[in-house]
């Protein structure tokens, strides 16, 4: 616990640092509480998550994702509808991008459904540390999809994140291989989310911001979810209303409500950090779940030494892989200089008195 106190500090300190010097102070106060914010939303809902569908015995994670879909698309629905700004781009974002926003519905709905399934076999941390290998199911697909090649350094890096978490996971697998799977599968769909959702855009709408992406998506990935909701859910939705509606009505609606702030404050987050700074906020995110996990739950107290090892050696491989990332962002390109707009014109406006002098000179001489 102490380790997991100090590494969040140290990656909360490369987070702040990441944002940059250009930012007044007033800027700066409000990234750091965005920082916070965002820490504190997560790991409420991952813990309010993972106590009801896994100790608490609500197992019904389909439905609570749908419900969470359709939620955040109806609260959003008076600035959407009465919002000018978004108003008048509900029939251009439909025409244009419904594809995009159909498969994007359906990726992020099924993955989400999947992690959350997996709270109700495994524990919070362990579904964490294999989520902690996001970044190299990202680098796999864009070497496949955008035919990106990481560097050296990243490949490194992203080798020891995956020795880190098949270290970790090969005792869980032994316990809860239901669970492995299902996060496994949660993460990889999200890499592909992650990797393609910028090419099934068309681009002809504008970029569509956080609030317009979880308003469309929420009803396409809310009538997806359903029916497998109610094929497999039903009776157990069911009883658990019957025993105790309170818990159940409570928790569906407090999580929802969580979901809803935590998706603005997750945007908000894109906006005010930078890529770097995102990707060190996820391995803060995940120390600090480790670590509530620990105390509030009881969770890490049966780990084997090989999976704290294995732990730790994700999360070290994890943040050298965001500091080479800041690094390689820092260097100047390799290509030539690209004179600016003002180079170019001024560098056309004397070409061309050049030539005007030489046919005047010309034409001198000729005479």
Request: hydrophobic share 50%.
């Amino acid at each position: 616990q102490p380790l997991a106190a100090s590494t969040a500090a140290g990656h909360v300190r490369a987070a702040v640092m990441s944002l940059g010097a250009g930012m007044t102070k007033a800027q700066y106060m409000f990234a750091i509480m965005i920082i916070f914010a965002y820490l504190g939303l997560n790991s409420m809902l991952n813990l309010m998550n993972r106590w009801a569908l896994g100790l608490h015995g609500l197992r019904f994670p389909l439905f609570m994702t749908a419900c969470h879909m359709i939620f955040g698309s109806c609260a959003l629905s008076p600035l959407m509808f009465l919002s000018p700004k978004y108003a008048d781009k509900h029939m251009d974002v439909i025409q244009n991008d419904w594809k995009g926003l159909v498969t994007i519905a359906l990726m992020n709905g099924f993955q989400i459904a999947c992690n959350n399934a997996s709270l109700t076999v495994m524990e919070l941390s362990m579904n964490q540390v294999i989520r902690a290998s996001v970044p190299v199911c990202v680098a796999l697909f864009a070497v496949c999809i955008e035919h990106k090649v990481p560097s050296k350094a990243e490949v490194a890096c992203l080798f020891v994140v995956s020795c880190g978490v098949m270290i970790a996971v090969w005792e869980e697998s032994r316990q809860s291989i239901l669970g492995v799977i299902l996060t496994v599968l949660s993460t990889v769909m999200q890499s592909i989310q992650m990797t393609v959702s910028g090419r099934l855009m068309s681009g002809k709408s504008g970029r569509l911001d956080s609030f317009q992406m979880t308003f469309y998506t929420g009803p396409v990935a809310f009538i997806a979810l359903t029916p497998f909701a109610f094929a497999g859910e039903f009776n157990i939705m069911v009883d658990a209303l019957g025993r105790e509606p309170m818990t159940v009505i409570g928790f569906l609606l407090g999580s929802c409500c969580v979901a809803v702030v935590y998706n603005v404050v997750l945007f908000q987050s894109v906006r005010t950090l930078s890529s770097v700074g995102t990707a060190i906020l996820g391995n803060v995110k995940i120390v600090c779940l480790l670590g509530l996990s620990s105390i509030l739950l009881g969770e890490m107290g049966a780990w084997s030494a090989n999976q704290y090892l294995g732990c730790l050696l994700t999360f070290m491989a994890a943040f050298s892989y965001a500091a080479v990332k800041q690094m390689q962002n820092r260097k100047p390109p390799a290509g030539p200089v690209v004179p600016k707009g003002d180079d170019v014109a001024m560098q056309a406006q004397q070409k061309l008195a050049e030539a005007d002098v030489a046919n005047a000179a010309e034409s001198k001489s000729a005479k």
